[in-house]
């Protein structure tokens, strides 16, 4: 479990590496290449582990590649359509309160089928519409981040055990959610600076949405 985090932070840490230090070059190969390890099996599964309070709830966000890449993109897409630092935090605030509501949902037993399949294609949206560098309106885009939100909620609520402190489980995973928004903003902020690279993070995490939809169907 915890050496998929570590996994992930080193290729993020490798990824912003190049954005810190201007003097570095990386091609777009490399670029492309690095985003990719995101993708390897270890950190597709996002069950296993157990569901015990804060500590869980905020490693859980870490533990699926469909999670953490949802989460960075909202912030990717956040530093795009905002207008000023202000504006970036409104569609992360929309995200984690509407994914408080579905977790509540999720772990009041309710049963949602599609659960699965709605975050794979929230990721392959968000991918999307870093992509095409989509500027919508504020409250569009609150709307949709909004909707994501609310199944990305659910599975982490139906994932929790039994016996176990929803307050403290829910802080747990909006605290992560907040900081993997947080880390989206930093990184898109930057990467807008170089539009090819942009695109290219968002091609990479939109394809990662279609290969995980295809098989949640």
């Not at 390890?37 to 950190?43: I, T, Y």
């Not at 403290?168 to 807008?192: K, N």
């Amino acid at each position: 479990m915890y050496a998929c985090i570590s996994e992930n932070f080193r290729v993020f840490r490798g990824l912003t590496a190049f954005y810190a230090f201007p003097t570095r070059r990386i091609s777009m190969k490399r670029f492309v290449a690095a985003l990719l390890v995101l993708v390897s099996p270890a950190v597709f599964a996002h069950t296993g582990h157990p569901v015990e309070g804060l500590l869980s709830g905020w490693v859980h966000p870490f533990m699926g590649l469909d999670h953490l890449l949802a989460m960075l993109s909202v912030g990717l897409w956040a530093a795009f359509i905002a207008r000023d630092l202000r504006q970036c935090g409104y569609l992360p605030l929309a995200f984690i309160a509407f994914m408080a509501a579905g977790g509540a949902l999720g772990a009041s037993g309710f049963s949602l089928p599609v659960a699965d399949s709605a975050i794979a294609l929230s990721v392959l949206l968000l991918g999307a519409f870093v992509c095409a560098m989509a500027r919508v309106s504020l409250p569009l885009a609150m709307a949709l981040v909004a909707l994501f939100a609310a199944f990305h909620g659910f599975a982490h609520g139906a994932e929790m055990q039994n016996g176990v402190d929803f307050t403290g489980y829910a802080a747990g995973f909006s605290a992560a959610t907040a900081v993997l928004h947080g880390a989206g903003i930093v990184l898109g902020r930057l990467l807008v600076r170089i539009p090819a690279l942009y695109r290219a993070t968002g091609m990479v995490i939109g394809a990662t949405g279609f290969v995980l939809l295809s098989q949640s169907v």
